[in-house]
C-alpha cells in the first residue's frame, strides 16, 4: 500500500522535475477574495505543473476548456505520480483502470470510467462529450471508442508501480483498504478571460482496488461540478464518501445559494464528518477547492494536509495545508 509518506515524496518529486517554476508555498490560508481572471486551481502539488501548462492556454486568451484538458495532462503522462494516469497504482489484480471528466460552462460534459491502456482519459472524456449523444462511457466501450478516435493502445503500468503492487499483494491479503493516502486525484477548475468556467478531474482512482470500482472522479456531480453562472467545483479523496454526498454539486449548489466558495467547501466538509461521525481519523481525506464566477475561491478538507495550486496574476504558487476541519 501507499503510506503517507511515499505520497508526500511521490509529490516532492513532482514538484522537482519542473525546477523552472517559480513557485512559493504557503500554509494555511484563509478564503481568497481574487476577483481576477484568468485564473486555474488544481489539487495537490501535481497541480504546479499542471497549472502551468493551463496557463499557457488562459494567458493567451484561451478557452478555460483547452486550458484544463492541456493541464491535467501532465500529471496524466508522468509515471512519478502514482495515483493519475501513466504510472498509477493498479487494481488488486494489477490493471491500472482509469476514470475522468470535463465539464464546460454551458453544462456539456463528457466522461470516461473503468478504462485502461488509454494515457490520457480526459481527451477521451472530451470526445464523449463533443463526439457522442451520451455523457458517460466506461470499460471497454470507453476503450474501443479512444482506439476508434485514433488513440494508441499503451501500457500504463510501469515497473515501479509493479513492484509497489507486488509489495502490497505480499502483506494485505488481497484485501483493498479504503484511506485517504491513495485517492489523490486531480482535479483542475479554471475561469478564463471571457469569464467562461470550466473543469476537469482525472485519476488512476484507489489504489489496489476491485476490478470495476469506480470512484467520484468520472462522476459529473461527484469529481467535478461546473454551473458557468456561479461556479465550478472539484473534489480529492475517498470517492466513496464524496459520491454519497454529490459533494461537487452540492458546493456549487451552495454558491448559487449565496455562499462564498470558501463557506461551501466547508459545508460539503462537513456533511461528510456529519455522515462519518466517530469513523474519521488521521487517514481519512476528504477536499473540496472551489472557484465563483468573479475569480474568488476557497479550499476546505477533513485532514489536514490538503494542498493546491493556484496560478493567476503570473503568480503559480502552491498552497500548502488548507483549512481542514481536524
Ligand atoms: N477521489 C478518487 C477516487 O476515490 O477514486
Same mark, same amino acid.
Given at each position: 500500500?501507499?503510506?503517507?509518506?511515499?505520497?508526500?515524496? $511521490?509529490?516532492?518529486?513532482?514538484?522537482?522535475?519542473?525546477?523552472?517554476?517559480?513557485?512559493?508555498?504557503?500554509?494555511?490560508?484563509?478564503?481568497?477574495?481574487?476577483?481576477?481572471?484568468?485564473?486555474?486551481?488544481?489539487?495537490?502539488? !501535481?497541480?504546479?505543473?499542471?497549472?502551468? &501548462?493551463?496557463?499557457?492556454?488562459?494567458?493567451?486568451?484561451?478557452?478555460?476548456?483547452?486550458?484544463? &484538458?492541456?493541464?491535467?495532462?501532465?500529471?496524466?503522462?508522468?509515471?512519478?505520480?502514482?495515483?493519475?494516469?501513466?504510472?498509477?497504482?493498479?487494481? +488488486?489484480?494489477?490493471?491500472?483502470?482509469?476514470?475522468? *471528466?470535463?465539464?464546460?460552462?454551458?453544462?456539456?460534459?463528457?466522461?470516461?470510467? !473503468?478504462?485502461?491502456?488509454?494515457?490520457?482519459?480526459?481527451?477521451?472524456?472530451?470526445?464523449?462529450?463533443?463526439?457522442?449523444? #451520451?455523457?458517460?462511457?466506461?470499460?471497454?466501450?470507453?476503450?474501443?471508442?479512444?482506439?476508434?478516435?485514433? !488513440?494508441?493502445?499503451?501500457?500504463?503500468?510501469?515497473?515501479?508501480?509493479?513492484? $509497489?503492487?507486488?509489495?502490497?499483494?505480499?502483506?494485505?491479503?488481497?484485501?483493498?483498504? $479504503?484511506?485517504?493516502?491513495? #485517492?489523490?486525484?486531480?482535479?483542475?477548475?479554471?475561469?478564463?478571460?471571457?469569464?467562461?468556467? *470550466?473543469?476537469? *478531474?482525472?485519476?488512476?482512482?484507489?489504489? !489496489?482496488?476491485? #476490478?470495476? +470500482?469506480? =470512484?467520484?472522479?468520472?462522476?459529473?456531480?461527484?469529481?467535478?461540478?461546473?454551473?458557468?453562472?456561479?461556479?465550478?467545483?472539484?473534489?480529492? =479523496?475517498?470517492?466513496?464518501?464524496?459520491?454519497?454526498?454529490?459533494?461537487?454539486?452540492?458546493?456549487?449548489?451552495?454558491? +448559487?445559494?449565496?455562499?462564498?466558495?470558501?463557506?461551501? *467547501?466547508?459545508?460539503?466538509?462537513?456533511?461528510?464528518?456529519?455522515?462519518?461521525?466517530?469513523?474519521?481519523?488521521?487517514?481519512?481525506?476528504?477536499?473540496?477547492?472551489?472557484?465563483?464566477?468573479?475569480?474568488?475561491?476557497?479550499?476546505?478538507?477533513?485532514?489536514?494536509?490538503?494542498?493546491?495550486?493556484?496560478?493567476?496574476?503570473?503568480?503559480?504558487?502552491?498552497?500548502?495545508?488548507?483549512?481542514?476541519?481536524?
Amino acid at each position: 500500500m501507499q503510506t503517507r509518506r511515499q505520497f508526500l515524496k $511521490i509529490s516532492a518529486l513532482t514538484t522537482a522535475v519542473f525546477p523552472f517554476l517559480k513557485v512559493k508555498t504557503f500554509g494555511k490560508t484563509p478564503f481568497k477574495e481574487s476577483s481576477t481572471k484568468p485564473i486555474v486551481l488544481s489539487t495537490w502539488s !501535481f497541480g504546479v505543473p499542471a497549472n502551468a &501548462e493551463a496557463w499557457k492556454v488562459l494567458n493567451g486568451g484561451g478557452w478555460a476548456l483547452d486550458a484544463v &484538458e492541456a493541464g491535467v495532462k501532465i500529471p496524466e503522462g508522468d509515471p512519478k505520480v502514482h495515483s493519475v494516469g501513466y504510472g498509477g497504482l493498479p487494481d +488488486r489484480d494489477g490493471h491500472v483502470t482509469l476514470d475522468a *471528466c470535463i465539464m464546460d460552462e454551458a453544462l456539456n460534459c463528457g466522461s470516461v470510467a !473503468f478504462i485502461e491502456n488509454i494515457m490520457h482519459p480526459i481527451s477521451v472524456a472530451r470526445l464523449v462529450m463533443e463526439k457522442t449523444p #451520451h455523457i458517460m462511457l466506461a470499460g471497454d466501450g470507453a476503450y474501443q471508442f479512444a482506439i476508434e478516435q485514433g !488513440f494508441k493502445k499503451e501500457n500504463l503500468l510501469t515497473p515501479e508501480s509493479e513492484k $509497489i503492487w507486488k509489495e502490497w499483494l505480499n502483506k494485505s491479503g488481497y484485501k483493498p483498504k $479504503i484511506d485517504g493516502v491513495n #485517492h489523490d486525484t486531480i482535479g483542475m477548475i479554471a475561469l478564463d478571460t471571457n469569464g467562461r468556467l *470550466c473543469g476537469a *478531474c482525472t485519476t488512476s482512482g484507489l489504489s !489496489f482496488k476491485y #476490478h470495476g +470500482r469506480v =470512484g467520484d472522479s468520472p462522476i459529473i456531480g461527484a469529481g467535478l461540478y461546473v454551473d458557468g453562472e456561479y461556479g465550478a467545483a472539484t473534489s480529492t =479523496g475517498i470517492g466513496e464518501e464524496v459520491i454519497r454526498i454529490s459533494g461537487t454539486h452540492l458546493v456549487v449548489e451552495l454558491m +448559487r445559494q449565496g455562499r462564498n466558495p470558501q463557506e461551501a *467547501c466547508e459545508e460539503a466538509v462537513n456533511r461528510v464528518v456529519r455522515n462519518k461521525g466517530s469513523k474519521i481519523d488521521s487517514d481519512f481525506q476528504v477536499g473540496f477547492l472551489a472557484l465563483n464566477k468573479n475569480g474568488d475561491y476557497g479550499a476546505y478538507a477533513v485532514n489536514k494536509g490538503f494542498q493546491y495550486a493556484v496560478y493567476s496574476q503570473e503568480e503559480n504558487n502552491l498552497l500548502k495545508d488548507s483549512k481542514s476541519h481536524l
